[in-house]
């Protein structure tokens, strides 16, 4: 098997399909590694999920993304990007894990869970929504408890509790109750999030003013057993019987993997990894980022149509730095 290239880009997602279709177009030998299917984030999106941005928005490389709806689906966003892999016939590796990056004199050795390869440049484009932040509470471990949210059916006819106030959580909380669900939901702060979608937004507070959703606001979870939560509000502490806590209080990179890259991270909550918003190139020489995964723990400032353009960046650097 073929393990050397002038570019490797970890992370198969829509800007790293657009940092490949760049090389591509420079005639650059590249390969996409992935650890899980293409797309992988999108993929684990909600089944009913719709995005914020239209579709012309989403599209990579002026190639375009026609929709049936004013606002794309999760299925149409993955089949949209999976056609724009497969008829551009780009190297992409699936289901192969990139494990650590070293940057040695001239070259960077990339280690996988398959292969060893030595790349002159390398583009991590990895994304953020595999660590999920946890709760960091007793009982978070059990079988009840997911971070993820998949559709709505499993929890129909179930005491459901869910945590967090934003688009995620919202979704989650409106589909559990019109699929049947008694749904609590535990927010941390004052309100439903200002960045919950708008036509989505009035949906939830309605919901919430007619009792047919009960949301405690400023509260947080103290415990969870096989039967029952434990949640802690402005009025004290409350315990009530439940069957599931769908907890989806955000996510983060891996910044245990950019670190060991020698990436430096900003010392602060953010963790805003160093780089040139010109070039996208890291401190380390040959090293650039792409993507959400620019934003550390700040996930909500970088998203499809605002960061796209940075393939063409790191494209653009690559060939003026003539290597």
Not at 37 to 56: R, V
Not at 119 to 138: R, T
Not at 210 to 226: F, H, P
Not at 266 to 295: F, H, W
Request: with cysteine; hydrophobic share 35%.
């Amino acid at each position: 098997m073929k393990t050397s290239y002038k570019v490797l880009i970890v992370g198969a997602g829509p800007i790293g399909i657009a940092c490949a279709l760049e090389c591509k177009k420079n005639n650059w030998d590249y390969v996409v590694v992935e650890k899980g299917a293409l797309t992988n984030s999108l993929f684990n999106y909600p089944k009913n999920m719709t995005f914020f941005s239209t579709s012309e928005k989403l599209e990579i490389d002026d190639i375009p993304f026609i929709s049936n709806n004013p606002k794309p689906n999760r299925d149409e966003a993955l089949e949209y990007y999976r056609r724009v892999a497969s008829s551009n016939t780009l190297n992409i590796h699936l289901y192969e894990e990139v494990t650590a990056i070293k940057k040695l004199e001239s070259y960077f050795e990339v280690k996988t869970s398959k292969n060893i390869y030595n790349v002159e440049k390398v583009v991590i484009a990895s994304g953020f929504y595999d660590i999920p932040q946890l709760l960091n509470v007793p009982g978070e471990g059990l079988e009840k408890v997911t971070h993820y949210y998949n559709e709505a059916h499993p929890y129909a006819m179930q005491d459901v509790v869910v945590v967090g106030a934003s688009n995620s959580s919202v979704d989650a909380a409106l589909e559990i109750w019109r699929k049947g669900g008694n749904v609590t939901m535990v927010i941390r702060g004052s309100e439903i999030g200002e960045r919950v979608k708008y036509w989505v937004r009035p949906d939830i507070i309605n919901r919430i003013k007619e009792g047919s959703i009960t949301a405690y606001y400023n509260s947080d979870v103290l415990n969870i057993t096989e039967k029952d939560i434990t949640i802690r509000t402005p009025k004290g502490e409350i315990s009530f019987t439940n069957d599931f806590v769908v907890a989806l209080t955000g996510y983060r990179p891996n910044f245990k993997f950019l670190t060991d890259a020698g990436i430096d991270l900003s010392n602060d909550k953010a963790q805003l990894p160093e780089y040139d918003p010109k070039t996208m190139e890291t401190n380390v020489s040959g090293l650039y980022l792409a993507g959400v995964i620019c934003g550390g723990t700040e996930t909500h400032k970088w998203f499809i149509e605002n960061s796209r353009i940075h393939a063409k960046l790191i494209a653009e650097h690559i060939l003026k730095s003539g290597s």
